[in-house]
């Protein structure tokens, strides 16, 4: 039975998904105005430039955002967000929108 219980969880475990970790951020750094397309970087405190290639980034799902009680734009899904080495070799994610953002604040 102990047999069939182990081989059992260790089938599970091989089968589950990759688990996701969380990213250190930091400042984030406008460089866009109000009524320009939306550019700034945030600076990630916990990934070397090297593992860039590891990190995915996306925006919160509609219900994420319902379960935290925060209401969620509709324009915040223009938003792009890229993992990317700035030139004096940060790590930062390059947050940016092809549109015009007519917002004065920008909360995600």
């Known amino acids: ?19 996701a970790y969380p990213l250190g951020l930091g400042e984030i750094h406008p460089k866009s105005y109000l009524n320009q397309a939306f550019s700034a970087d945030i600076d990630l405190l916990s990934v070397d ?3 860039l290639d590891t ?6 799902s509609a219900d994420v955002f319902d379960r935290a009680g925060i209401p969620r734009p509709f324009f ?3 938003l792009n967000f890229t ?3 700035t030139a004096d070799g940060k790590a930062v994610i390059r947050v940016s929108s092809d549109e015009l953002i007519r917002e ?5």
Not at 55 to 60: D, H, R
Not at 104 to 108: D, E, G, R, T
Request: glycine share 0%.
């Open 55 to 60: 990190v995915k980034v996306e925006l919160a």
């Open 76 to 78: 915040l899904s223009k």
């Open 1 to 19: 039975m102990f047999r069939r219980l182990s081989l059992a969880l260790a089938i599970a475990a091989a089968l589950a998904p990759m688990a």
């Open 104 to 108: 004065p604040f920008v909360n995600f």
């Open 83 to 85: 993992p990317l080495a």
């Open 49 to 51: 430039p090297e593992e």
